[in-house]
T-cell receptor, first 114, second 112 residues
Framework: KAGVTQTPRYLIKTRGQQVTLSCSPI?????VSWYQQTPGQGLQFLFE???????NKGNFPGRFSGRQFSNSRSEMNVSTLELGDSALYLC?????????????FGSGTQLSVL | SQQGEEDPQALSIQEGENATMNCSYK?????LQWYRQNSGRGLVHLIL?????REKHSGRLRVTLDTSKKSSSLLITASRAADTASYFC????????????FGKGTKLSVIP
């Protein structure tokens, strides 16, 4: 079974631009979560999707958005990029989501904002 | 913030020694999980311990959970250079939550 795939692996953008990151979950997994990881703040939850519905959203500004498609693939978008958005963005999937499941993570997208 | 804390923040040991990492959290939990992250890569699930369990083993890993103290520990026995990584504890944030909250992590270096 293929793992969680995130594309692209690296991305360099400039302030003010927008970016779209992609995540393909493990086949059969319907829950997809996104996390931002920075040296200062650690791992912070962005949002979780299940069957194209956002069930949980973290404490991030509206510039951060996401969506999930009918095949469970997910994208997240960051508009009007700021320097502080430089981070490793991690996608994770699980079968149904929720408190009794472990997450399977992709390798992440390393975003640098210049 | 509901984020937990691990200690120590960094740990350096010789190959063959045991490594112990501790984690504290703030809310009631259904279970607590431990993940490993190699530098700049995704996280890998190691072990899940339920709130009604006190100890769990998986290979060279031993996890304990004390819900009265809201704390957990991860012991790696007979460490190897390949165990060099960051280790995070994580728990779901409350009933009906789909948000996994991670601690700040312990960076383990195993010196050959």
């Amino acid at each position: 079974k293929a793992g969680v795939t995130q594309t692209p692996r690296y991305l360099i953008k400039t302030r003010g631009q927008q970016v779209t990151l992609s995540c393909s979950p493990i086949s059969g997994h319907r829950s997809v979560s996104w996390y931002q990881q920075t040296p200062g703040q650690g791992l912070q939850f962005l949002f979780e999707y299940f069957s194209e519905t956002q069930r949980n959203k973290g404490n991030f500004p509206g510039r951060f958005s996401g969506r999930q498609f009918s095949n469970s693939r997910s994208e997240m978008n960051v508009s009007t990029l700021e320097l502080g958005d430089s981070a490793l963005y991690l996608c994770a999937s699980s079968q149904m989501g929720g408190p009794n499941e472990k997450l399977f993570f992709g390798s992440g997208t390393q975003l640098s904002v210049l | 913030s509901q984020q937990g804390e691990e200690d120590p923040q960094a740990l350096s040991i010789q190959e063959g020694e045991n490594a112990t990492m501790n984690c504290s959290y703030k809310t009631s939990i259904n279970n607590l999980q431990w993940y490993r992250q190699n530098s700049g890569r995704g996280l890998v699930h190691l072990i899940l311990i339920r709130s009604n369990e006190r100890e769990k083993h998986s290979g060279r890993l031993r996890v304990t959970l004390d819900t009265s103290k809201k704390s957990s520990s991860l012991l790696i026995t007979a460490s190897r250079a390949a165990d060099t990584a960051s280790y995070f504890c994580a728990h779901y944030s409350g009933a009906g939550s789909y948000q996994l909250t991670f601690g700040k992590g312990t960076k383990l270096s195993v010196i050959p």
